[in-house]
């Protein structure tokens, strides 16, 4: 078999996923398989993405002596970079294609995973070395903009709800893993002698805080190797970034883009604050026993409920979504301490572990809709197209939204925490911030009943 033959065997020149019985013939069992070599890949790049938060809480500790602000600029760096980073992600896959290109996303999660390994091990390592390992780790945030387009492609409409939540949702649980493995890891010398030596702390201890990277490492081969001889390219899923970037001038991607950073802005944002909202307002609670379960809650709820949006449509499931997220912020207020009340935290837990799975509801809701609504808006836009080039369209363009909606939402890994430390830093609490984002919640349900879910909707999905 020579080097051609070998290479046409992994790009798909026949795909109609719409089409029943090529689907139940061939196209299933081949996007399963791409499916499920998609997801841990997309675990792995979440759980770098969010490493960084757990390994800047262990810098002081370890003898990094850097002040508040520098910390604070070391956690915030991730999100400000794996945001910035999944815009340009969103185009990748149908140039490069999916193979190659979710090859190359998970590779490079060797260089933060490696080099956090190396630097946290040097009490003298500069500061600038730190700022862009920081800035690396957004390498894992940038891989869910390609991840979730290149599933796009292959399932039919009846299933890609399903199928984007379950990518996403698995994926998201790389957050949960990694705030449940590290702080584990880190307590002994997994990798013996080739790990190096463990951080000696002032109570006589040990650390070794290079585990959080190093233990990645051999996961992310696996990974990069199972995407290379496992997965597709569908050859009419190429474009280039011209026939793609349309998108920006489609008004329901902005609009879409604003509801999305409601429900994955705020399960990222939540799932970077939380433990920091929890030791501000209940010291007394060992945060690390907790942190853990609302980014388990978020992932596992958008994996699950993907085929609710399936059958009920997005955008009625998305429009409850925010009205309960709302009640559910209005919860963790009444429950936080004011005054001389202590506050109840396991009232507040509890609503906060709402929140979190209404986020995952709300998650596979929102890129469920995305596919409905460029079905019937390419038709009007473009109506010279066939059936067969209107349907291909659609599919790109969708494709796109979801990558690039992705890219805008996850800013809020930075705008979440953020928004937490200004407010208390003006008001004492973190209210302010909380009632910001239900009046938020409430502004995309005026907007999901106007455009998507009323009757007589424009756009009814």
Known sequence: MNVQTRQNRYILTDWRPEDNRFWDTTGASVASRNLWISIPCLLLAFSVWMVWSVVVAKLPAIGFNYTTGELFWLAALPGLSGATLRIFYSFMVPIFGGRLWTTLSTASLLLPAIGIGFAVQTPDTPYYIFLILALLCGLGGGNFASSMANIAFFYPKKSKGNALALNAGLGNLGVSVMQFAVPMAITTSVFGVLGGDGQTLSDGGQLWVQNAGFIWVPFLIIGSIAAWFGMNDIADAKASFKEQSVILKRRHNWIMCILYTGTFGSFIGYSAGFPLLMKTQFPSVDVLAFAFL????????????????????????????????????????????????????????????????????????????????????????????????????????????????????????????????????????????????????????????????????????
């Open 294 to 461: 609302g980014p388990l809650v978020g992932a596992l709820s958008r994996a699950a409920t993907g085929w609710i949006s399936d059958r009920f449509g997005g955008g009625r499931v998305t429009l409850w979504t925010f009205i309960a997220m709302i009640a559910a912020v209005i919860g963790v207020l009444h429950y936080l301490p004011s005054g001389n009340v202590p506050g109840d935290f396991w009232g507040f837990f509890t609503c906060f572990m709402a929140l979190f799975f209404l986020t995952g509801v709300g998650n596979a809701s929102t890129f469920q809709m995305i596919p409905s609504i460029m079905r019937q808006e390419v038709p009007r836009l473009m109506p010279t197209l066939d059936g067969a080039a209107t349907l291909k369209q659609a599919e790109r363009e969708s494709a796109a939204i979801i990558a690039f909606t992705s890219a805008i939402a996850a800013y809020g890994a930075f705008f979440i925490p953020k928004a937490y430390g200004t407010s208390i830093g003006l008001t004492g609490g973190p209210e302010a911030a909380l009632w910001l984002f239900a009046a938020f919640y409430a502004v995309c349900v005026v907007i999901t009943w106007a455009c998507y879910a009323r009757k007589g909707a424009k756009v009814p999905c």
